[in-house]
């Protein structure tokens, strides 16, 4: 559940970008949901709308995507998608990187080389894709 | 992609109920940040004041060792909420790393603590004490740029080798207008005002001084203990200063 | 663009005269990695071994200050050429930023740590010894990116706060498979087998016991009167572990 | 002169490089000197030659371009040329930035709003933009 306040971050960030851009309080915002972060889409979904419920004279569309998580090595260079290394998570440290994806440092290495510094290339967890006045 | 990152625009909002934010910081490592950030929260609480403590330490966590606390997981409401430990508000990365090492790159401990900061729920506090890691680098940078109204406490001890690099320390922080709220210098073992003259030269509050304590060591763990200590007492003292906001404004 | 970054490929022949590299780490500061890398490299020096110095904590560089030097600019030939001090070639980014502070987020220590490496011409060393900054962030990752054959060498106070972070350290390294020379408990201060029990349950070697010197702080900036402390002496004793290079391979 | 050093790493970085791919040894050779380094581009130019002579069996042909800097404050967005911040510093300064060109973050501030939270964007110093076969 704390994809509230996620949620609450993205409904500031949207409408402070839209007012800081002039548009009118009918806006689109589009945003992308990491895989490493597991966020729960319903719940995010569901909190999304119940907080722009709460303010007045906005109306607000939301269009949710997920972004497959990409991963890549900086000691040797290899890429690797987020399944090849999840299986090896337990339940409980998928929970820890839900909360912070970076910890995924902690638990996750290069599947080619062990390397525990990776970049994490794409799929981070949210981020806000456009903001759009309808 | 706008590149909007929405979780620095919610940050304000979740410390708005927070009166000061302080970040016990240092260039150097081991001169006390982290006894000091927990001793201070302790007895601020013990006054009365409703207080957090945040540790930033991600690779060498040491407030919960300090607290003697087995970490308890915040509870997940509409994000985080901190355990209460001794009257304090706790946050710190040990929750998510346990007993394992966090090798992160800078750009992973920016993104970490914008995390936190967006998802912790600290609802109303008095003060809120940071205990930073050493040095000016991603974390030192990430939270002057995400707490706007952040004050410094500096810690030293008499060693030159601590000194110049807490003076490179209060240079940035000069040269970027941020408050700081003065310096304590710790674990005194010998007479001199090495110190007090050199803070009082580039205008910094000099604080007080915390005496090297041999009981120290063996309390960590025990609140009860370390609020026993000599070193507690000493910090004390130097507690009435850090009240008078107005001061160092 | 390609991004061939051409500084790592000269990295391997810059070093390639260097017979040993090692790095003294810990992921807390304050444990005495500092006076422990110049005192080493003085004692390997004062036995006629050839070596080199590389400070790279760059929030808190101590070395120059320890050794006791005005900072003279290295020469610059097809390359950087570090100056010899009291036998040692030494660098340090304190050539570079003198007294301003070194605000760098870790991007910027990776670039400048992987500019130092490439541009700086040791020759032909016996040892290099690295004196790192606490913690297992960039400075950490990238040096052992650009090392392939690099030796850690840890230290620890007896305190379970230095402790705790360097299991961290300690595991980490294991997971990649670097080399770990073994673990000096430095500053002890009163008889506990901690350190040793724990160093041997994690199959590191546990190197010997430097105690806290009173003497040591007062030493500083003299070469003659470093090489003259207790610390020196205790150090002393641990060097024929370190030069049994096979033990620990 | 220590454009020597970096020389020899354009050289040693094209030819793994070349040799990884297969190519024969004739290539060309692309480069960007970024601005905040300052490198002498006629003592680079020379040393890349005077290297390339004692290579056998290679023929190297180098293009040799400068990448203006362009520095983005973190904590204001402001973005701005080296020009801007370069008047204010000392010759020595310079030439500390010439061998290190990161620590531009400690004689340099955002003009705009004083941080030293700055990132170096383009122009920080050497890079290969390319390397063909001819
Ligand atoms: N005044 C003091 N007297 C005795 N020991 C102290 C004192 N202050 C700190 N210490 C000890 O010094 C070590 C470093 O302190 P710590 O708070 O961890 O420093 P930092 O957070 O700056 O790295 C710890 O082992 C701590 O117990
Ligand atoms: N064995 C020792 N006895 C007394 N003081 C010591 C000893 N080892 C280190 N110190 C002191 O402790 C402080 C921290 O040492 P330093 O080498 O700077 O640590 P680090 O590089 O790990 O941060 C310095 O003031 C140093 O003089
Ligand atoms: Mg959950
Ligand atoms: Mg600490
Ligand atoms: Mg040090
Ligand atoms: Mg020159
Ligand atoms: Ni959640
Ligand atoms: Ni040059
Ligand atoms: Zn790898
Ligand atoms: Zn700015």
């Given at each position: 559940m704390h994809e509230w306040s996620l949620a609450q971050a993205v409904v500031k960030?949207?409408?402070?970008?839209?007012?800081?851009?002039?548009?009118?309080k009918r806006i689109?915002?589009?945003?992308?949901?990491?895989?490493?972060?597991?966020?729960?889409?319903?719940?995010?979904?569901?909190?999304?709308?119940?907080?722009?419920?709460?303010?007045?004279?906005?109306?607000?569309?939301?269009?949710?995507?997920?972004?497959?998580?990409?991963?890549?090595?900086?000691?040797?260079?290899?890429?690797?998608?987020?399944?090849?290394?999840?299986?090896?998570?337990?339940?409980k440290q998928a929970e820890f990187i839900h909360f912070i994806p970076d910890i995924a440092h902690s638990y996750m290495q290069c599947p080619n080389c062990k390397s525990v510094d990776f970049e994490i290339k794409k799929g981070r967890g949210l981020s806000i894709a456009s903001v759009e006045e309808i | 992609m706008l590149g909007i990152d929405a979780r620095f625009s919610v940050i304000e909002d979740r410390l708005k109920g927070v009166k000061r934010i302080i970040a016990v910081s240092a260039c150097k490592g081991g001169v006390g940040k982290s006894v000091i950030?927990?001793?201070?929260?302790?007895?601020?609480?013990?006054?009365?004041?409703?207080?957090?403590?945040?540790?930033?330490?991600?690779f060498s966590p040491s407030d919960h060792m300090i607290l003697g606390i087995k970490p308890a997981f915040p509870q997940e409401e509409k994000g985080l909420l901190p355990p209460t430990i001794y009257g304090i508000k706790f946050m710190s990365i040990i929750y998510f790393i346990e007993d394992k090492p966090a090798p992160l790159r800078g750009i992973d401990v920016s993104?970490?603590?914008?995390?936190?900061?967006?998802?912790t729920i600290w609802k109303e506090l008095d003060f809120l004490i940071i205990?930073?890691?050493?040095?000016?680098?991603?974390?030192?940078?990430?939270?002057?740029?995400?707490?706007?109204?952040?004050?410094?406490?500096?810690?030293?001890t008499q060693s030159k080798l601590a000194w110049e690099s807490v003076e490179r320390m209060?240079?940035?922080?000069?040269?970027?207008?941020?408050?700081?709220?003065?310096?304590?210098?710790?674990?005194?073992?010998?007479?001199?005002?090495?110190?007090?003259?050199?803070?009082?030269?580039?205008?910094?509050?000099?604080?007080?001084?915390?005496?090297?304590?041999?009981?120290?060591?063996?309390?960590?763990?025990?609140?009860?203990?370390?609020?026993?200590?000599?070193?507690?007492?000493?910090?004390?003292?130097?507690?009435?200063?850090?009240?008078?906001?107005?001061?160092?404004?």
């Open positions: 960030a949207a409408t402070d970008f839209a007012n800081k851009n002039g548009f009118k689109k915002v589009s945003v992308l949901l990491g895989e490493l972060q597991q966020i729960d889409k319903e719940i995010f979904t569901h909190a999304l709308e119940e907080i722009t419920k709460e303010l007045k004279d906005w109306h607000i569309t939301y269009e949710i995507k997920e972004e497959k998580a990409k991963l890549k090595c900086r000691t040797c260079g290899f890429e690797w998608n987020l399944s090849e290394t999840k299986k090896r998570l337990s339940e | 950030s927990c001793s201070l929260a302790l007895k601020l609480a013990e006054r009365g004041y409703k207080v957090g403590l945040l540790d930033l330490d991600f993104n970490a603590i914008i995390e936190l900061l967006a998802i205990d930073m890691p050493p040095g000016i680098g991603d974390a030192t940078l990430e939270i002057i740029r995400a707490i706007k109204r952040l004050e410094f406490l500096l810690v030293s209060i240079k940035m922080l000069k040269q970027q207008s941020i408050p700081v709220i003065g310096i304590i210098e710790n674990m005194k073992q010998k007479d001199s005002d090495f110190i007090k003259r050199n803070a009082k030269d580039l205008g910094i509050r000099y604080l007080g001084a915390i005496k090297f304590d041999p009981g120290l060591e063996d309390s960590l763990s025990s609140v009860e203990k370390i609020s026993k200590t000599e070193f507690a007492k000493w910090l004390e003292e130097i507690i009435p200063k850090l009240l008078q906001q107005e001061k160092f404004k």
